[in-house]
């Protein structure tokens, strides 16, 4: 990930962290419209569930410029989501559904770089998940 990227990605987020609950329902609801089998795995308060969504988000874009220090906690979240029975073709889902949450929400700022920048974003936090949720299950 290059700088302009890391920028992209935070100046945008800076966009939409002001409405968390409202990101976190958009998102929430693109992903049960999509993968409505993912529906029965979030049995708790979907508002506090969004709030989770979105402080893991702010945490992730935030540690952009030292990716090290976000490594132990993105593996331990990982290894959690094994316990939920996430699996690795959720992450796709999980991925298109922020990226389409992500345009819906920053209208014209959503630019190729933009979604580009995300999308390797979430590619690296999502990949670092899946690595340590195979190690669990193994």
């Known amino acids: 990930m290059n700088q302009e990227q890391i ?3 935070q100046s945008t987020f800076g ?3 002001n409405d968390a609950d409202g990101v976190a329902s958009l998102f929430y609801g693109r992903l049960f419209e999509i993968a409505p089998e993912v529906r029965p795995m979030f049995r708790g308060d979907m508002t506090a ?3 989770k969504l979105m402080s ?6 935030d540690s952009l410029t030292r990716l090290e220090s976000l490594i132990p ?3 331990s979240l990982g290894r959690k989501h094994v316990q ?22 920053l209208g014209l700022a959503w630019t190729p ?16 998940m899946q690595k340590a949720a195979a190690e669990a299950a193994a």
């Open 15 to 17: 966009r939409v962290r």
């Open 73 to 75: 906690a993105l593996e």
């Open 49 to 51: 569930q969004g709030r």
């Open 56 to 61: 893991a988000l702010a945490l992730a874009v």
């Open 7 to 9: 920028q992209l990605v």
């Open 84 to 105: 939920y029975g996430v699996q690795d073709k959720h992450y796709d889902v999980v991925g298109e559904a922020l990226l389409w949450t992500l345009e819906k929400g």
């Open 113 to 128: 770089e933009t979604r580009d920048a995300w999308a390797t974003t979430y590619g690296i936090v999502a990949s670092v």
